[in-house]
């Protein structure tokens, strides 16, 4: 089972960019499909993007469609989130998560490995 750690998170005005990245431990990255999410205060955790083993497959929540990107480098056993155009409202800790499935889900009771966290907090 991979162990995930996020980093990348920080202070940003609005409009601004961050990325962020997770670093996985372990030898079976490659067979996991890796999503992020995040968690507002006082808000339940919500999907934001996902990406398939290979990374040929993307998905992404309505809100940040267009100006979010996920990826990831198999080889580095590393997957990112290049954030663009950020608002207030995408303010949260956004967590990495991995799933051992064969379809790409956004439900957040299909993925079986969590990361600690990272503060993303965008001011106007």
């Known amino acids: 089972q991979v162990q995930l750690v996020e980093s990348g998170g920080g202070l940003v005005q609005a409009g601004g960019s961050l990325r962020l990245s997770c670093a996985a431990s372990g030898r079976t990255f490659s067979t996991y499909v890796m999503g992020w999410f995040r968690q507002a205060p006082g808000k339940e955790r919500e999907f934001v993007a996902a990406?398939?083993?290979?990374?040929?497959?993307?998905y992404y929540a309505d809100s940040v469609k267009g100006r979010f990107t996920i990826s990831r480098v198999n080889a580095k056993n590393t997957v990112y989130l290049q954030m663009n155009r950020l608002k207030p409202e995408d303010t949260a800790v956004y967590y990495c998560?991995?799933?051992?499935?064969?379809?790409?889900?956004?439900?957040?009771?299909?993925?079986?490995?969590w990361g600690q966290g990272t503060q993303v907090t965008v001011s106007s």
């Open positions: 998560a991995a799933a051992h499935t064969v379809v790409v889900p956004s439900s957040l009771s299909e993925y079986d490995v």
């Open positions: 990406i398939s083993w290979s990374g040929s497959k993307t």
